[in-house]
């Protein structure tokens, strides 16, 4: 079948060529094409907030890949199976759902369209963000929104300087044309934007609006979840925005949870007592202690106050009044327990509300002359700690100011009488779980140990912190009290009472070791020069002293950090 | 000589498209090419230190893990520090069932004179490090072969990577 042209050139080779070439052209053409619409990075955001995601979300155009960080950003956890190619995810509701994951790049990730229908979001794509949203609304969703209703539970819109959804015209940012109509949009944003109501088909409406200003308000743990909430609207106030939508996994704290009926005080004895809040409906407290003055603040969620009633007074040593107090979230009712003494305290909810116990702290309550304390001069021998020059080759060690100021503060509590264990004396190394285990062969009340703290930065911090362990109720008492005396007698900055969760995912190992109330006290940094410079007086290293006994007497018989102690009538000579 | 002509187009066609399969391929699965990976070091915030994380290139043919690893103890910019002890380098890395164990020269030994925030830092550095590998779920850290154990924190052995494994949860750093 072969021919020739008019030039008698055979054509059955060439015509092979050219289709030859055609179709590697078109390969090529298709590899190039699968090059460009490979995934590329996008920055997520959740109904316009940003998530904060390590690793980045990846689209190519037809899906987006989030990391399996993000899950729990959007309200849900997960488990991997089957090597780690399949993560089973636990929606809001606890149903469950098997996701295939994908590999776009190196690492696994969750295609976004397995998840989009059981959470009621669509993704939109702007530039290099993709927004994760509920579906758009339908036409009528606005005429549905009611503006928000001011309750008890949350300031009224007026007063916060909201106005209801359907009627907001803020004022224009410096240098913007005042739009007409409502507009919506961040505070700050050089742009406001059209008003959004945005329906979720069955499960209520969303409204963002402007505010004037920034609130004081903190923004919801994950506002996303709004998007797979239950039905319902509440005014959420988050971050400068005012969302108008369903609440449940911003949660508790603003979906109304009961009106309080009535605070009552259980007296077991002078050492116990018990503040039952009774609700009409079950409350959801969380607690915080507050300084100066020392006091419990205890937060609920969507509870609402009795008409009339603010304050409760409370004739118990321990315990003063309850009394409501500033929210600290828009949403959440907060009382405050004014405190007569040091107290360990432990909230819980029930049935008809909830209760605070309150106690005298373990081992207090009692005279300081009938404790026995370990005191713990950190580190020692081939472990000097931090430590920093001073020119001519010497060195500040923090072993050695530990020791110092521990060996004074113990003889400072034996001239009160006091038995007092060290667990080192001189420079010598010990483990770690051997310096609690001190506290316990003595049989010891309290274990406190003595630092130096450094930050790799010079000068970036300064002060004095107590940690104690994860949620101890007694050992925070304890870093209570020494973290203010010590600080006081120091001259150094109170950076408060710390757990050490914040530290360390199993906190620090001398407080995790130790069978009595415990503290770590960091007197303050070595990398700051105007704490190195206190922490070398020995005037100061004897008032540091001064004050880890006063901390610890302060705990052992009950005064608030903030009060003095009461003068000692005799010393032990 | 046409013919000829067109099957040696026809090679070189070849021979370019294998190059750019290999290319994406290679990029695609993250062993080579252009990839990068984060890195937390300690920053001046506030009254105190936190660490900022930032994305770091790979070089083609460094695995990204060990680049990671090894970047946290590289000196910082300005304003900024290390996580790791300055010198410390990788000696071995690997990931069995979700444990990596990382073993580090001696030079990170030197934590112990960081004082409790430096030593705090240096843990949440390297477990932010290995937790942007789904792969690794905990962290043993050795020094030479040895077990490690900070002087505040005790024996960094099967740490968790990420905060939800962690009895800590999302409370953040003081």
Known sequence: MSGRDARGVAMAPRRGAVGAAAIWGVLLCALCARALAAPEPVRVTLRGKPLALATPALDDGRELYLPLAALPRLGLTYTLERRDEIARVTLPGGRTLEVPLARPAAERMVPFSALAGPLALERRRQGDTCDLRPPAAPSSAREHVAPPKPTATSPPPEKAGVQPAQSIDPPPPAGASAPSGPKTGSAGAAQPEPARPEALPSRGAVVVVDLPDRLPVSAPADPAQAAVASPGVVLILADGRAFLGPPEPLASESRPAGRIVDVLFDAEDERHVQVRILADGPLQPRTEVLSDPTRIALDLPGAALPEGASEWIADHPLLAAVRSAPAPRPGVLRLELELRNLVAHHAAATADGALVNLRVPRGAGRSVQEAIVVLDPGHGGYQSGCNIGIGGGKRILEKDITLAVASLAAGILRKSGVRVHMTRTSDTAMTLPARPAVATERNADLFVSVHVDFTPIANAASGTTAYYHMQDADSRCLALSLAKRVSQAGGFPNRGAVSDRRLFASGLAVLRHSTVPAVLVELGYLSHSGDRRKLLQPEVQLALAQGIADGVRGYVEGVLPEQPLAQQTSEVP | ?174
């Open chain 2, 1 to 174: 000589m046409r013919s000829r002509a067109a099957v040696w187009l026809c090679g070189m066609a070849v021979l370019a498209l294998a190059g750019v399969a290999g290319w994406l391929w290679a990029s695609r699965s993250g062993e080579g090419g252009a990839r990068e990976v984060r890195v937390s070091r300690p920053v001046r915030a506030g009254d105190g230190v936190e660490l900022r994380e930032q994305s770091i290139p790979v070089p083609s043919g460094v695995e990204p893990m060990r680049r990671a690893v090894e970047a946290l103890a590289e000196p910082a910019g300005e304003g900024g520090s290390s996580a790791l002890p300055k010198g410390t380098r990788v000696l071995a890395l690997s990931v069995r069932e979700g444990v990596a164990t990382l073993d580090l020269s001696g030079e990170f030994a030197a934590l112990g004179e960081s004082g409790l925030t430096g030593e705090s830092l240096a843990q949440e550095a390297l477990r932010r490090c290995f937790a942007q590998f789904p792969e690794v779920k905990r962290l043993t850290v050795t020094v030479e072969g040895r077990s490690f154990e900070g002087e505040h924190s005790g024996p960094w052995n099967d740490l968790p990577v990420r905060e939800e494994d962690t009895a800590a949860g999302s409370e953040g750093r003081p």
